[in-house]
């Protein structure tokens, strides 16, 4: 491997769950960098391709469960039990629970859309729990939930209360 690829495996690494977030399936090269183009990035992309850590495919059809990976690895380092949730004969499912000092239901977006029937039928059954979403929507926070943005995920969790 060229030593000057090395930089830009690691760049691009770096924008996918941004670029997997976004409702437009093309991979967009000036989100990477301003004024990137296919030439500049094309061997990196090829060289995560090559090493099977890349499926182009896979980004557009499986893009809520990579969304989800890239926030339970953001949660890994925070050393707290982790828990997926599902009630049995229904399609109520949480993504994530964790515990601190409180009990956070975590739902997981991969665009802006805000719905989240399943965190607010928890959080109606358990009134004491903290709902988060993280999605890529700006910071909100409304009565029963706060929205965090999903590069926040890792740093809204460490300084949750």
Do not use: C
Request: glycine letters at 2%; aromatic letters at 12%.
């Amino acid at each position: 491997m060229p030593k000057d690829i090395l930089p830009k495996v690691n760049i691009v690494w770096e924008s996918i769950p941004s670029q997997l977030a976004k409702e437009n399936k093309k991979f967009i090269y000036r989100a990477i960098k301003k004024g990137a183009r296919a030439k500049d990035f094309e061997n990196a992309i090829q060289w995560l391709i090559d090493a099977g850590l890349v499926n182009n495919n896979a980004f557009t059809e499986y893009k809520g469960s990579f969304t989800e990976q890239y926030v339970l690895h953001e949660l890994i380092p925070l050393n707290k039990k982790i828990y997926y949730y599902s009630k049995e004969n229904s399609s109520l499912e949480i993504d994530f629970i964790m515990q601190k000092d409180q009990v956070y239901p975590i739902e997981v977006k991969a665009e802006e859309n805000l719905r989240s029937k399943s965190l607010k039928a928890v959080h109606e059954t358990n009134p004491d729990t903290k709902p988060v979403r993280f999605s890529m929507a700006a910071y909100r926070k409304e009565e029963w939930l706060t929205n965090v943005p999903l590069y926040l995920a890792h740093e809204w969790m460490k300084e949750a209360e």
